[in-house]
């Protein structure tokens, strides 16, 4: 068992993305980077990484695969394997230029049927992300634009694409996943302003705040347990990377299991 040769010292095989700022990089620069790397060192271990694009068929080719056993950052009860405590929870955040003065909270405010929204997509269609769902039950599309996700990989940072659309004025207001716009509006030249979507669930099928924790492959219950116990025990040491990080962190992160 994978589980078993991790409890006895053996490198934590973990998959992750190669240039997904500001969760992982090939470099070691995301905050999942160091949160995998601190629970390493409290099990008494060391981290492989095998680096692999986060795109379609992620858990197909890496976990289920076996040439990984943990994934780091997965939304918490995610399908095709099975997720450790949470780490902490976050949401999906309005971005406006400070000077604008917009403060906008609510898929309701009515300055969004006037202004130029960017939203995340993950494919070729713009209505995939919570926020473009929750847009388009409003009516609200005409004046949308699609930003990709992990955006183009032959640039440093591609996720930081929306982010600088809201900087130099190509739009409005973007509606971006939390831990990206904290990071990513910290280091623009002007300043940002970073609102938490309200309410964190709009209607009953489209949340716009989640938990976030590792995942391993079904059945891996030794590691699951281990990855849960160590992951107690730093929650602290966690808090303080995801601070460092800008990462917009919501209420009662640690009390899911």
């Not at 929204?117 to 995939?128: E, F, K, L, T, Y």
């Not at 971006?176 to 209607?203: C, H, K, M, N």
């Not at 030794?222 to 990377?241: F, G, K, P, Y």
């Amino acid at each position: 068992m994978i589980g078993a040769a991790a409890a006895n010292g053996a490198a934590l095989r973990v998959c992750a993305d190669p240039n997904n700022l500001p969760f992982s990089d090939q470099a070691g620069r995301g905050f999942e980077n160091k949160i995998v790397e601190l629970i390493a060192k409290d099990l008494g271990s060391t981290v492989d990484y095998t680096w692999w694009a986060q795109r379609r068929g992620y858990v197909r080719n890496t976990l289920k695969a076996d040439i990984c056993d943990i994934w780091s950052g997965v939304v918490s009860g995610a399908e095709m394997m099975t997720s450790t405590r949470s780490y902490y929870r976050s949401s999906y955040v309005f971005v406006t230029r400070a000077d604008r003065g917009l403060h906008i909270a609510s898929f309701d405010d009515p300055q969004l049927r006037k202004l130029a929204i960017g939203v995340q997509m993950v494919g070729s269609d713009a209505m995939n992300t919570p926020p473009a769902h929750a847009l388009a039950r409003r009516g609200v599309v005409q004046n949308v634009r699609g930003y990709m996700l992990y955006g183009d990989y032959r640039q440093p940072h591609p996720a930081s694409a929306i982010i600088d659309a809201v900087e130099n004025g190509d739009v409005d207001v973007a509606v971006v996943w939390g831990p990206t716009a904290g990071y990513f509006a910290a280091q623009a030249s002007a300043p940002l302003t970073i609102e938490p979507v309200q309410p964190w669930r709009d209607g009953t099928e489209l949340p716009m705040a989640f938990y976030i924790s590792m995942a391993v492959r079904r059945g891996d219950n030794a590691l699951l347990q281990r990855l849960n116990d160590s992951l107690e025990r730093n929650h602290t040491a966690i808090s303080a990377i995801l601070a460092e990080y800008h990462v917009p962190v919501l209420p009662d992160a640690f009390a899911q299991r």
